[in-house]
């Protein structure tokens, strides 16, 4: 199933870009979310106009079950693999689960683009593709990830505009 996510901030694409993947943001961000339980940066690197970077997300559980099979909640968990290339304005991102069997079934890939509308304001575009690899199973689970995933994109976008305006420019 793809999939497309826009938002707008009052800020050009270099100021989100750095305050996006400043390190430790994930951590200053949570606290302001009220779909993730638990955030962390596991890994960072900054070179050149790249950054790259590993973190682990445990939402609060919203799929309780699907027909009779219960949802853990650590089944939701994932780690995000990303890396922001500053000049093209790119990031290439990967979700991995971190739940082995569920890492087996479920891919999740993608970008986020950043594109200018004026001196103050950007577009962030997050495109990609989910796929549940499961035999019809997989196309009921697929849109229920989707919309939930939306809502923490939309979650982590308040946050950040917050964070923003809390900031200064």
Not at 9 to 35: H, Q, R
Not at 100 to 123: I, K
């Amino acid at each position: 199933m793809k999939y497309k996510f826009e938002h707008i901030f009052d800020v050009s694409p270099e100021k989100l870009m750095a305050t996006m993947f400043d390190n430790g943001i994930t951590e200053k961000l949570k606290p302001a979310m009220t779909t993730i339980l638990e955030a962390e940066t596991l890994e960072y690197k900054a070179r050149d106009n790249r950054i790259s970077r590993r973190v682990r997300y445990l939402p609060v559980p919203a799929i309780k079950s699907v027909g009779p099979k219960k949802v853990k909640p650590e089944w939701m968990e994932w780690i995000e693999e990303s890396e922001l290339d500053k000049t093209a304005r790119l990031v290439t991102y990967r979700n991995v689960p971190t739940t082995p069997g569920v890492a087996e079934r479920l891919e999740n890939h993608g970008e986020m683009r950043f594109e200018q509308l004026g001196p103050n304001r950007t577009r962030r575009i997050i495109s990609g593709e989910l796929r549940v690899k499961v035999r019809f199973f997989g196309r009921l689970v697929e849109p229920m990830i989707k919309n939930y995933a939306g809502k923490i994109l939309e979650d982590e976008a308040r946050a950040l505009m917050q964070f923003l305006k809390e900031d200064g420019d």
